[in-house]
């Protein structure tokens, strides 16, 4: 990281908090964190994380720039509001958000940041808890060339599997379809394990069976064997209610690129169906309990 000479880091929950610990101890430059609850920030101070004050204070001194919030309201608090980063960078930073938002507000935070000579890329993450805790997460940018190598050496630090899709927002674009996908075959899985039970199929030997033919995948071997067979939903996962959040994302594309999705919209259906019984808290998984709730 020969251009960056110190990395902040915004948003440390869930994610974010062991993204950063991975900047910060798997890289060769200082980092420094804000977080609306400074709770978070100071619990990574044995992995040598500086806490900021203040946005402001952070941009002052970072020539690296990452974002990593719960959605495009906090990206667009954190960006554009009194106080934000927009109001502060200056020529020469870089900005790079790795939060799940959408193409649009990519590519108006590039447009604006631009404008102060101020690069900018979008690079949505995949994987998990447990990828962002052992820095193997995928990562999907949308950038220049130019900005994609220079971020490359800090990406790397926290995903094995770095991917330059294309200009500003294709990032996001990536990242949506990657979870639209995950949100369909989860819903289908639950659906096969109702069915595949009540008709006199034991769970757990549905999904292994499953596995070593043609429906295989990681969602079945994920989602299915390890939660829904156990009927196992813990609420410190990707939550039903943040899986909303993502898949309206990818439902607006959809509008916006003339697409009917039909399939998206039942499981939108689904999600909500499943906040309004009082499981949106819970792992994605948790739709095949609404089904048994609901059969």
Excluded: W
Aim: charged letters at 20%.
């Amino acid at each position: 990281m020969a251009d960056i000479k110190k990395i902040g880091f915004i948003g440390t929950g869930v994610m974010g908090g062991r993204m950063c610990r991975n900047l910060a101890t798997k890289g060769d430059v200082p980092v420094i964190a804000f977080d609306l609850d400074s709770d978070k920030v100071a619990a990574l101070d044995n992995a040598g994380v500086e806490a900021a004050p203040s946005i402001e204070a952070l941009v002052a001194v970072s020539d690296l720039i990452v974002i990593c919030v719960p959605g495009e309201p906090q990206v667009r608090a954190v960006l554009f509001e009194p106080g934000g980063v927009l109001e502060h960078v200056s020529a020469g930073q870089t900005v790079v958000d790795m939060t799940t938002a959408t193409a649009d507000v990519a590519r108006e935070a590039s447009e604006k940041l631009g404008d102060k000579s101020v690069d900018y890329a979008d690079a949505p993450i995949a994987r998990g808890v447990s990828s962002a805790e052992d820095g193997t997460l995928s990562i999907m940018v949308g950038g220049s060339k130019e900005v994609f190598d220079r971020i490359h050496p800090a990406m790397s630090c926290m995903g094995t599997e770095i991917t330059h899709c294309g200009g500003v927002g294709t990032g996001m674009v990536m990242k949506l379809m990657n979870n639209f996908i995950v949100f369909m075959n989860t819903s289908a899985l639950a659906e096969a394990l109702l069915i595949g039970t009540r008709a006199g199929v034991n769970g757990e030997l549905l999904f292994e069976t499953l596995a070593r033919g043609s429906a295989d995948s990681f969602v079945l071997r994920k989602h299915g064997m390890q939660y829904m067979v156990k009927e196992d939903y813990p609420d410190d996962v990707f939550s039903v209610t943040y899986s909303l959040k993502d898949l309206s994302y990818a439902l607006k594309l959809a509008e916006q690129t003339n697409v009917n999705a039909e399939t998206g919209k039942l499981v939108e259906r689904r999600f909500k169906e499943a906040i309004d019984s009082g499981y949106g808290p819970f792992y994605g998984p948790v739709v095949y309990k609404l089904l048994q709730d609901q059969n």
